[in-house]
């Protein structure tokens, strides 16, 4: 499973960015996808998931209300629209498929396959 990150860049407070994977190499359809980001120094952190068939996403509390997690199964691609960001969510944004059964998961050690990252800067 591959999996391309993209749509990270420099943006000022306040602002909106975008981030797209597109997944290859398995059935979209039947992966879990979530978004996890790691900034300078720290560990990684679960920010947002959904499920195989959509339904209810789950997002870190730092982030509820200001991030939407989005796929389109027919362009077997998840987004990650966050809005009103902050410095604090300066981080390499990483996307991450799971392949187990039932529901997303909101523990990073569930994901199975990882994108490459995709940085994005918040400046104050």
């Known amino acids: 499973v591959q999996l391309q990150a993209s749509g990270g860049g420099l943006v000022q407070a306040g602002d909106s960015l975008r981030l797209s994977c597109v997944v290859s190499?398995?059935?979209?359809?039947?992966?879990?996808m979530g978004w996890i980001r790691q900034a300078p120094g720290k560990e990684r952190e679960f920010v947002a998931a959904i499920s195989r068939r959509g339904g209810t996403p789950y997002y870190a509390n730092s982030v509820k209300g200001r991030f939407t997690i989005l796929r389109d199964n027919a362009k077997n691609s998840v987004y990650l629209q966050m809005n009103s960001l902050k410095p604090g969510d300066t981080a390499v944004y990483y996307c991450?498929?799971?392949?187990?059964?039932?529901?997303?998961?909101?523990?990073?050690?569930?994901?199975?396959?990882w994108g490459q990252g995709t940085q994005v800067t918040v400046s104050s």
């Open positions: 190499g398995r059935i979209f359809s039947s992966l879990h």
């Open positions: 991450a498929a799971d392949t187990a059964q039932g529901i997303a998961s909101m523990d990073i050690n569930e994901y199975d396959y």
